[in-house]
């Protein structure tokens, strides 16, 4: 592993939002778009937030924001329900118009603006946020993300096809984007074609990923897999990022710790995935 690297760049600072809309987007994940009240979080694609009520009556937890930035200023965070989970059970509960509290940005799960090689992005659950972002990233010209036109690969893990989300979206960017490809595999479906956990698969799905940057995001269990499996098939280990989702992280009260790089270093804590 890479030495932690501290990002001194970018300053975090509290934000104001409200709820615009909430779905559940799969048995256990409600999806909420966020719009703000006044200052627009900046952020970039792959960055997470600190996100409570206004008050504070909950725990502050980190959730990754799972769109790229819009001109609107709108915040997409996917909230796994965490049986005891105070956080994510309120985020169940609230309502539309209900403002909340945004601190941030945080996180080094990015790609630099200048980077030409394919991206292969891999998320299980909850993970899909920074990913989904990434994609929504380097699939806009008019970002700087997307001038270079990579070949972007998004491989997803659900657990059934419930589980998938934004699976429509994604296979109508396969047949409308010549550079996206979108697979998907469902562990505890064996009517989906691919049905077995994303570092089985790695080996047989690429013949290689000599420089590929690669992106892995979900349960810690997952990330890490998914690196072991990436490297001997000849990924750099500079060039794979990961972002680990824990079920129950501590709060952090009094001070926010130095953000460390993805570069194989330990990722912030993410209340939820499956």
Request: aromatic share 10%.
């Amino acid at each position: 592993m890479t030495k932690a690297v501290v990002v001194t760049d970018t300053q975090w600072d509290t934000y104001r939002y409200r709820v615009r809309s909430a779905a559940m987007v799969t048995p256990v994940i409600r999806e909420l778009w966020l719009e703000p009240i006044g200052e627009v979080l900046p952020y970039r694609p792959g960055q997470y937030i600190l996100f409570a009520d206004d008050r504070y009556a909950v725990p502050q937890r980190s959730y990754s924001v799972a769109n790229a930035p819009r001109a609107d200023g709108r915040l997409s965070v996917l909230v796994t329900l965490v049986p005891g989970g105070r956080t994510s059970t309120w985020a169940h509960e609230i309502s539309v118009y209900d403002e909340v509290s945004v601190e941030g940005p945080f996180g080094t799960f990015t790609t630099p603006d200048e980077a030409t090689s394919p991206v292969l992005l891999l998320g299980a659950g909850s993970g899909l946020a920074p990913v989904r972002a990434l994609a929504e990233a380097l699939l806009d010209p008019s970002r700087p993300e997307g001038a270079a036109g990579r070949r972007v690969t998004l491989f997803f893990s659900g657990r059934t096809a419930r589980d998938a989300i934004d699976r429509e979206r994604f296979e109508e960017w396969c047949r409308n984007v010549p550079q996206f490809d979108y697979r998907l595999t469902c562990t505890r479906d064996a009517r989906e074609q691919r049905h077995t956990r994303i570092p089985a698969l790695l080996p047989g799905e690429f013949e290689t990923l000599r420089g590929v940057e690669v992106f892995a995001a979900g349960p810690s269990g997952f990330v890490t897999a998914c690196q072991a499996a990436a490297e001997p098939l000849g990924a750099a280990t500079v060039d794979i990022r990961t972002e680990e989702f824990f079920t129950d992280p501590a709060p952090w009260y009094d001070t926010v710790p130095p953000i460390e790089s993805a570069y194989g270093a330990r990722a912030p804590m993410q209340e939820g995935s499956s």
